[in-house]
């Protein structure tokens, strides 16, 4: 082995280890960083449509009320996906790390059906409901954040009803009853002036 | 002579109502018992009598594959084959030839197999003992069998029944009779019908039909069957009914205008005083502590579960109550799993005055009334209480109730809100009714689980329930 020969392989040789030191540093700080859930939901295609104001009625765990919020967003001509993406946009706040009423990742809706006349059939997707926290105000404000949004944005909504995954589930997650519809025209639950 | 139907509407009525009672035979069913758990198989009527699926029988119990070959039938089960052929009476069970009464039946690539021939054929298929008890089509597999014992006790009189594995029968209570089903527990018995010559619970009787068991207790009043001991003992006494002892009422105010009593008519107000009281009406709180067995509720700290501090809590409410001399029952007493249909049922037949769903949460702070979220409706005397409405006539007490509750909270200065909620059982409860949340806020788990703290607020609902009481009874 010649000279240039050594000096060529020692230089590689101090690339590898300086490679290897730098991968290794590289591989401390991506496991140092928080890791995030992965969002398993299917991308879907983005909603074509004017953008429209919508109400939502959002849920404070720190008050136990419902705070009324005006917000813009693209809503579809058909009068059950509006309402779909109504809940979308409620959702979406909650799923927000500021959010005061967080719901678990991966919560949605998977369709609305609006039966004549009055009432509002809302089909949530299981993380929805298995990944709720248990407890009869969390529970209660969820169900009537969905029902409130819902009505202030679908004229002559009257009584709203939650489905899991297309089936009837006895409670959210161990307290508010899903069995019956929620009747708006009932005592409402406090909203924040 | 025929009737004529066209002139006597009456016969041709009565012939309608029979035709549509034999229509409406029930679904025949055989339930399956197994020491972990137990299934339904639906019994099919063909011509030579009842069948059912044979891999629907199988599948649960373990791995199993069929094939059919012409009008052979072969199922794998437990690593070896087993032959049927259709119409065929003998079949190859693990390869031993046995016969059956009735021919097997293929349909569609399934099997059918008589009911009766499955006590010859799953003993050796399973290679485990069946008691199979054909008349009732039930069959228990590798001893899963539940016995039970009853035993009468006297003053008061009550029975105890024990079984050897945890239950969970629907509860019926019918005049003169209180009916447990036995639907998803193997329960059997020693005697069909045990004679107690009590004047309370006279008797009890068991009965195996379609697929589950049947234990009826007769009793001369209402009984109240309470559930203890993981499951594993249900206690049937008689529904509180004697009146408890009187409170003295405040003295009422005098009237504006009036003078007070001097010395002088002092006297006259003793006599008033001593006259015969009325006796005051029953009244008694059934409390819930919501949760228990599986269903173990919000976990509000690490290894502190919503089920545990419910209970203890209702304890607490139980003692503050007596202390105060009001009667008062735990749906509950032990970690036991109670459906919120059969809480309502107990809450309803035990003729509540007030019902308290007691809970605990880990968001907020304070103590939260919940009343239930229904529109008031005023039922005409007499008239049905829909089920799942049926607290709507109950509306005004509960709010009463709560008010009261919220008012005593208020005077000790513990933080507290009023709120409808949509929840069960207190929609189904025909008496006042509250759910009563408990919120420590997330720093305050551990004094929520203290004894003080616990004392403190259930003084504080326990006070609440008492001054309610007159508005109650006045109510009722």
Not at chain 1, 113 to 129: C, G, M, Q, R, S
Not at chain 2, 397 to 402: D, F, I, N
Request: glycine share 6%.
């Amino acid at each position: 082995m010649n000279r240039r020969t050594k000096i060529a392989l020692l230089i590689l040789l101090a690339t590898v280890a300086i490679m290897g030191y730098y991968a290794l540093r590289l591989k401390r700080r991506a496991e140092q960083l928080p890791v995030r859930a992965a969002d398993t939901r299917p991308v879907e295609p983005p909603v074509s449509g004017k953008a429209e104001q919508v109400t939502l009625y959002l849920a404070d765990d720190n008050d136990g009320m419902l705070h009324r919020q005006v917000t813009s967003i693209a809503l579809p001509d058909d009068p059950a996906e509006r309402a779909r993406q109504v809940l979308r946009a409620l959702i979406s706040a909650y799923l927000e790390k500021s959010s005061n009423h967080p719901l678990a990742t991966g919560a949605d809706v998977e369709a609305v059906f609006l039966v004549k006349p009055n009432i509002a059939v809302v089909d949530t997707n299981v993380e929805f409901a298995d990944g709720h926290r248990s407890g009869i105000l969390v529970e209660e404000l969820t169900v009537a954040s969905v029902a409130r949004t819902l009505a202030a944005n679908v004229q002559g909504i009257g009584r709203v009803k939650i489905l899991v995954q297309g089936k009837e589930r006895e409670t959210l997650a161990g307290h508010a009853d899903l069995t019956s519809f929620y009747d708006l025209s009932g005592e409402s639950w406090p909203v924040a002036q | 002579m025929l009737p004529e139907f066209h002139r006597r509407p009456g016969w041709a009525l009565a012939i309608g109502c029979l035709a549509l009672l034999l229509g409406a035979q029930e679904e025949k069913h055989l339930t399956v018992y197994m020491p972990q758990n137990s299934f339904t198989v639906a019994v099919r009527d063909r011509d030579k009598g009842e069948y059912v699926s044979l891999l629907d029988v199988v599948q649960p119990l373990g791995a199993a594959t069929a094939k059919q070959d012409g009008d052979k039938w072969k199922l794998r089960f437990g690593g070896e084959e087993s032959q049927f052929q259709a119409g065929k009476n003998k079949v190859k069970i693990r390869g031993k030839n046995m016969e059956m009464s009735a021919p097997v039946v293929i349909e569609n690539g399934i099997a059918l197999v008589p009911v009766h021939g499955l006590a010859q054929i799953l003993p050796r298929l399973l290679n485990s003992a069946v008691d199979f008890r054909e008349p009732a089509r039930r069959l228990i597999v590798g001893g899963a069998a539940t016995d039970f014992s009853a035993e009468l006790q006297a003053n008061p009189s009550r029975l105890v029944l024990h079984f050897s594995k945890p239950v969970n029968p629907s509860i019926a209570s019918e005049p003169g009779r209180v009916r447990m089903t036995f639907t998803k527990d193997p329960v059997i018995a020693a005697a069909a019908v045990q004679n107690f010559g009590d004047k309370l619970i006279t008797s009890a009787s068991f009965a195996e039909h379609n697929g589950a068991a049947e234990l009826t207790i007769a009793a001369t009043a209402p009984l109240l069957a309470m559930f203890t001991d993981d499951n594993r003992t249900i206690t049937l006494a008689a529904a509180p009914q004697a009146p408890i002892a009187a409170q003295p009422h405040p003295p009422a105010p005098p009237a504006p205008g009036q003078q007070p009593p001097t010395s002088a008519t002092a006297p006259a107000k003793q006599a008033t005083a001593l006259a015969p009281v009325a006796p005051r009406p029953r009244f008694l709180v059934v409390i819930d502590p919501a949760h228990g067995g599986d269903d173990r509720g919000a976990l509000l700290a690490a290894g502190v579960e919503e089920k545990e501090l419910t209970l203890a809590l209702a304890r607490r409410l139980r003692a503050a109550l007596e202390r105060s001399g009001v009667s008062s029952i735990l749906l509950r007493d032990g970690d036991t799993a109670i459906s919120l249909d059969q809480r309502a049922i107990s809450a309803n037949t035990a003729r509540a005055t007030v019902f308290v769903s007691v809970h605990a949460g880990n968001l907020g702070r304070g103590v939260r009334v919940y009343t239930a979220r229904l529109a008031d409706t005023t039922l005409k005397p007499g008239a049905m209480l829909p089920w799942e409405t049926a607290q709507a006539s109950y509306l005004e007490e509960s709010s009463a109730l709560s008010g009261s509750i919220a008012a005593e909270l208020s005077k000790r200065e513990i933080q507290h809100a009023e709120a409808p909620a949509q929840l069960r059982p207190l929609s189904h409860v025909t008496s006042a009714a509250v759910a009563i949340e408990f919120l420590p806020g997330k720093d305050g788990i551990a004094s929520l689980a203290a004894a003080p703290y616990q004392q403190d607020l259930c003084a504080a609902v326990a006070a609440g329930i008492v001054a309610a009481r007159n508005t109650l009874e006045v109510r009722k």
